[in-house]
T-cell receptor
Framework: DAGVIQSPRHEVTEMGQEVTLRCKPI?????LFWYRQTMMRGLELLIY????????DSGMPEDRFSAKMPNASFSTLKIQPSEPRDSAVYFC?????????????FGPGTRLTVL | DAKTTQPTSMDCAEGRAANLPCNHS???????VYWYRQIHSQGPQYIIH???NNETNEMASLIITEDRKSSTLILPHATLRDTAVYYC????????????FGKGTKLSVKP
């Protein structure tokens, strides 16, 4: 298996622009997670899905952030409009079981820079 | 907020054992103890997990205290490639059991 795939690996955009991050989980995994990592706050869970349904989005910082999972093999995290404080590394992870009961496999991340 | 406590940083000499502690005093009875690590610029990588008993795999050993309030990850013969940030994430105590990773321990293996 290729592991969790994320694209793009790097994204540089200007404030106010829409940003879309993409993730392909490991085939057969029922859970998909989106995390954000910054120096100040470390690794934070934004949202996770079970069988394509959002289960907990309490970590999504504000309405500018949205995530979708239209099918079992694809998810997007969208920021509209983007702001400089959104600059971070965004990771996608997937697992067979729930967040605290099964191993999560992380993708390589997308490094987002908002100017 | 993170419910685990880890030292911010540790050093270890190459070839020696690295012992990384984690306090998880609020862990629930059915919650696993997980360890992950993150090598610079990569996504976090699973290392090992356990519930009550000590565990060993090809990467590391995990020692869990009898009261389960703390654990130690042991890298028996650290190499330079083990330099990374090590996390022992905890459940957030909510119904969803989300993992809180916090900032982990920065392990520097020195020649």
């Amino acid at each position: 298996d290729a592991g969790v795939i994320q694209s793009p690996r790097h994204e540089v955009t200007e404030m106010g622009q829409e940003v879309t991050l993409r993730c392909k989980p490991i085939s057969g995994h029922d859970y998909l997670f989106w995390y954000r990592q910054t120096m100040m706050r470390g690794l934070e869970l934004l949202i996770y899905f079970n069988n394509n349904v959002p289960i907990d989005d309490s970590g999504m910082p504000e309405d500018r952030f949205s995530a979708k999972m239209p099918n079992a093999s694809f998810s997007t995290l969208k920021i509209q409009p983007s702001e400089p404080r959104d600059s971070a590394v965004y990771f996608c992870a997937s697992s067979y079981g729930g967040p605290a009961t099964d191993t999560q496999y992380f993708g390589p991340g997308t490094r987002l820079t908002v100017l | 907020d993170a419910k685990t406590t880890q030292p911010t940083s540790m050093d270890c000499a190459e070839g020696r054992a690295a012992n990384l502690p984690c306090n998880h005093s609020t862990i629930s009875g059915n919650e696993y103890v997980y360890w992950y690590r993150q090598i610079h610029s990569q996504g976090p990588q699973y290392i090992i997990h356990g519930l009550k008993n000590n565990e060993t795999n090809e990467m590391a050993s995990l020692i869990i205290t009898e009261d389960r309030k703390s654990s130690t990850l042991i890298l028996p013969h650290a190499t330079l490639r083990d330099t990374a940030v090590y996390y022992c994430p905890s459940g957030d105590g909510g119904s969803q059991g989300n993992l809180i990773f916090g900032k982990g321990t920065k392990l520097s293996v020195k020649p």
